[in-house]
């Protein structure tokens, strides 16, 4: 569903990683060309990636990866997962839903008594399911059974 949007951002990064590697070849600072690829490259990648991501296929997240790890070849330096890309953005946008009492998705995200922890949504469409409001009560997956927007 989304392979044409994903294919689109590849193609964009991939323009970029040009830039970068002629960054390599003047021997700018590791610190410039982490600079360059965060503005550049990341951005492009990023772009709408708490909508979309959910929904994007193994496949297309592999290349994305990919994308990513030429950029960390180049540099010479680890660069933040596509999952953590999405992680920070995804809190971010919920955090921004939830201190705006007239957006319509602000009822979505109510806190747990304990107040650490968002409560669950139960969805019945495959729409709602691969959108972003489910998937941001889901456990983080990276081994912890807490949430990635805990309070």
């Known amino acids: 569903m989304w392979e044409l949007n994903i294919s689109s951002l590849i193609k964009k990064a991939q323009q970029r ?8 070849k003047f021997n ?16 492009i990648l ?11 296929s193994v496949r297309d997240k592999t290349r994305l990866r990919r ?28 955090r921004k839903i939830m201190a ?3 957006h319509p998705g602000h009822g979505l995200f109510s806190p747990l008594p304990s107040g650490r922890r968002l409560r669950s949504i139960k969805t019945n ?20 059974s807490r949430s990635q927007f805990a309070l």
């Open 17 to 24: 990683m040009f830039f970068l590697r002629q960054l390599k």
């Open 67 to 94: 994308v990513i790890r030429s950029a960390e070849r180049v540099i010479g330096c680890d660069l933040p997962s596509l999952q953590a890309l999405h992680d920070s953005r995804a809190l971010k946008r919920a």
């Open 46 to 56: 990023t772009f709408s990636i708490t909508t979309w991501f959910p929904a994007a």
């Open 125 to 144: 469409t495959v729409r709602h399911r691969n959108s972003f409001f489910p998937h941001g009560h889901q456990p983080n997956q990276h081994g912890s």
């Open 28 to 43: 700018l600072p590791r610190t410039m060309m982490v600079q360059f690829y965060t503005s550049i490259i990341e951005s």
């Open 100 to 102: 705006d009492p007239s």
